[in-house]
């Protein structure tokens, strides 16, 4: 049993509960792909932890969160310096969470969630907030933003849409649009080795860190999401030479994992993929397309997706909160008996830096 301590109007779902799990997610108006099942089940196979939905319901105001449950005593630097199965902290899944709440009653959830987390052996959260909703400005710890993410609206007339492109992203696609590529729609991921290859092959090209390539079962996972997730594959002469997973909700997508074979970079592949998610989804009737950010601040990734929205930038915020200042400062204090330790650290919780 998760949950020792009673709590009126408040209860955990743990994810073998499946069923239950996304019957709570899809019962809230907005809810997201980032909240279902499948989605955070993807990430426990990929060592993120382990998932919980906390759901509160007082009669007038309802509220979700999903988060990931990691034991701070499995992290490399507390092996066998503190006991398995006592302290923890919380983290949302990659990508965007934070609570969904309809109802007034923000400070009475608040104060049934905190209390949980203290009486259950918490010691921080991390959250990845929601771009489309406003719950930071209720979260009862720290909340700042740091970077930016593109949107690109889909209610827009494509013919307008082309005109809100920059110039450089109409040229692009002027030109990817003479050299007689062809659009797969694939829902089934039935051609998931061929997105592996180029996936990993684009990781490997930039160097990215070992987080990123993800597992074939993790997409298997991802893939159990019907009317969830999309493959756009962009063919030249029948070989997948670009491609990408889109995630999408009730309102929006998202970009989420892709890549493009190099040696096909001169046919400006990557522009006319993203042209064509843009035309899918305006079909399926969404609202948004979310590209999200680059690397750093203003880098030439963001600069790429801000090509397609000059107008859709949006902050992206990041919530902190610590149940447990004793325990941290004392987890902290563990860490700085390591000789290459920066006590000064911007990472959040600093003992997991």
């Known amino acids: 049993m998760l949950m ?75 092996k066998d310096k503190l006991p398995m199965n006592t302290y923890f902290d919380l983290s949302t899944p990659y990508g965007y969470g934070g609570f969904l709440i309809e109802g007034r009653n923000y400070d009475e959830v608040n104060k049934a969630y905190d209390f949980y987390c203290r009486e259950q052996g918490f010691v921080s959260e991390f959250v990845r907030f929601h771009l489309f909703n406003e719950y930071q400005s209720w979260f009862s710890g720290s909340f700042e933003t740091h970077t930016r993410n593109v949107v690109r609206t889909l209610e827009l007339p494509l013919d307008e849409m082309l005109m809100d492109f920059e110039h450089r992203f109409r040229k692009s696609l002027k030109k990817a649009n ?71 909700g009730q309102e929006n997508c998202y970009s989420f994992l892709g890549g493009t074979n190099q040696d096909y970079f001169n046919l400006q592949v990557n522009t006319f993929l993203k042209y064509e998610i843009i035309k899918w989804a305006k079909e399926k009737g969404l609202k948004r397309f979310v590209l999200g950010g680059g690397y750093g601040e203003d880098d030439g990734i963001f600069k790429y997706k801000k090509s397609l929205a000059p107008n859709g930038i949006q902050d992206f915020y990041i919530g902190k909160k610590i149940f447990d200042k004793d325990k941290y400062n004392e987890l902290v204090r563990i860490r700085c008996q390591e000789e290459d330790y920066d006590a000064n650290i911007l990472f959040f919780p600093a003992y997991r830096g």
């Open 4 to 78: 020792s301590t009673k709590i009126k109007n408040f209860s955990i779902i743990d994810i073998t509960e499946d069923e239950k799990w996304d019957e709570i997610v899809k019962s809230f108006k907005n809810y997201d792909v980032n909240y279902l099942s499948n989605y955070v089940k993807a990430f426990q196979l990929h060592g993120d932890g382990e998932p919980l939905l906390f759901y509160y319901d007082d009669g007038s105001t309802r509220a979700m969160n999903v988060v990931m449950k990691r034991d701070i005593a499995c992290a490399k630097p507390f």
């Open 178 to 248: 003479k050299a007689k590529l062809d659009v797969e729609i694939d829902y089934s991921g039935k051609r998931l080795e061929e997105f592996l290859e180029i996936y990993y092959g684009t990781m490997d090209r930039n160097n990215a860190q070992d987080n990123f390539f993800f597992s074939e079962e993790f997409f298997k996972e991802l893939n159990k999401m019907n009317d969830n997730y999309v493959y756009v594959h962009v063919l030249f002469e029948g070989i997948i030479i670009s491609t990408e997973l889109v995630l999408y």
